[in-house]
């Protein structure tokens, strides 16, 4: 038997047992109940359950704390053993008082039957519990013994073959210190050729060197002169540039000056001029308008001077005001 099939047969104990508990305790309340009530009060008959389910109750704390104990190998003294029979005689008083008070001894025997049984079985199921405990307790001593014996005879292959590496080693030490002792002596006269080898081809490298080296002294002196030839020709022509470039921006700014200078006296011109007699044509009054709003002249102003509404010349400012239209663009046109 393993440790499986000690576990099912607690499975099958634990179930058996506690079928036979919750049978008894519902043919208990059923018995029982009718006898409480017919010896309570009327108005408290409502409490005639209450006595069979404590006894039950205390029933069923003994056979659950019975069978943890058990399955921990332990014992509980003796108020358990006093408080299992304490409550099956009370079982078993309580079950058959209806019918011995009636002098009914079949009744007596019938009604004794699951109190009695339940007895037994905590009784029973405890014994059975406490053997199983053992015998799971010995199933793991023999276990533990089998594997100490395993474990001692892993340790001692491993120590076989601990020393059998460490031989291993030991002759593979000597092999390699045979070895490289060999390639010692092969290296030392290999770099002897080599060492001869070199000398020889250093003293050719140096030669060489020499000869590399004057040849490229003299290209440095021919590109340095190459050098300061196009850096000398690059400055002439950027000095040139940088004087056209002088001369076109000094231009361009006279020539701005200039523009400027003339649309200021046209601008003046326009403003001038007085207001005007009549409705000028648009182009021309466009043109006074934005010169008025260049010298920041009043709406009415403006209106007075190209003789348009003040709601078209208010329209036009709104116009000048706009970002996308350029600052003073009629102005600008009327210039060119």
């Known amino acids: 038997m393993n440790a499986v099939h000690i576990r099912s047969a607690e499975r099958a104990l634990t179930l058996g047992t506690w079928l036979i508990v919750c049978g008894a305790m519902l043919y208990s309340v059923l018995t029982v109940t009718p006898l409480m009530a017919a010896h309570t009060p009327a108005r408290w008959e409502w409490t005639a359950p209450i006595l069979p389910l404590v006894v039950d109750a205390a029933v069923v704390i003994v056979v659950r704390l019975d069978s943890v104990l058990a399955r921990l190998g332990g014992r509980g003294g003796g108020w358990?053993?006093?408080?299992?029979?304490?409550?099956?005689?009370?079982?078993?008083?309580?079950?058959?008082a209806d019918s011995a008070l009636q002098k009914d001894l079949v009744g007596v025997a019938v009604h004794a039957v699951a109190p009695l049984l339940l007895i037994v079985t905590a009784e029973t199921s405890l014994a059975y519990r406490r053997a199983l405990a053992d015998a799971v307790a010995a199933l793991e001593a023999r276990q533990q013994a089998e594997r100490d014996v395993a474990e001692q005879a892993a340790r001692e292959r491993a120590e076989r073959a601990r020393a059998q590496a460490r031989e291993e080693r030991e002759h593979a030490a000597v092999l390699a210190r045979e070895?490289?002792?060999?390639?010692?002596?092969?290296?030392?006269?290999?770099?002897?050729?080599?060492?001869?080898?070199?000398?020889?081809?250093?003293?050719?490298?140096?030669?060489?060197?020499?000869?590399?080296?004057?040849?490229?002294?003299?290209?440095?002196?021919?590109?340095?002169?190459?050098?300061?030839?196009?850096?000398?020709?690059?400055?002439?022509?950027a000095e040139q540039a940088a004087q056209q470039r002088r001369a076109a921006q000094e231009a361009a700014v006279r020539e701005q000056r200039e523009r400027q200078q003339r649309a200021e006296r046209e601008q003046a011109a326009l403003l001038e001029r007085g207001p005007a007699a009549g409705k000028l044509p648009e182009p021309e009054a466009r043109q006074i308008v934005s010169a008025a709003f260049v010298a920041e002249l009043s709406v009415r102003a403006a209106a007075e001077l190209c003789g348009w509404s003040v709601g078209w010349v208010s329209a036009r400012y709104a116009e000048q005001r706009q970002p996308h239209t350029g600052v003073r663009a009629d102005l600008a046109i009327a210039s060119r």
């Open 179 to 237: 070895q490289r002792e060999h390639e010692a002596r092969l290296a030392r006269e290999q770099a002897e050729r080599e060492d001869w080898r070199w000398r020889a081809e250093r003293e050719g490298r140096e030669r060489a060197a020499a000869a590399e080296r004057e040849a490229r002294e003299r290209r440095e002196r021919e590109r340095e002169q190459r050098e300061s030839d196009r850096e000398r020709l690059a400055r002439e022509a």
């Open 80 to 96: 358990p053993v006093v408080l299992r029979w304490m409550t099956g005689g009370m079982t078993l008083a309580l079950n058959t």
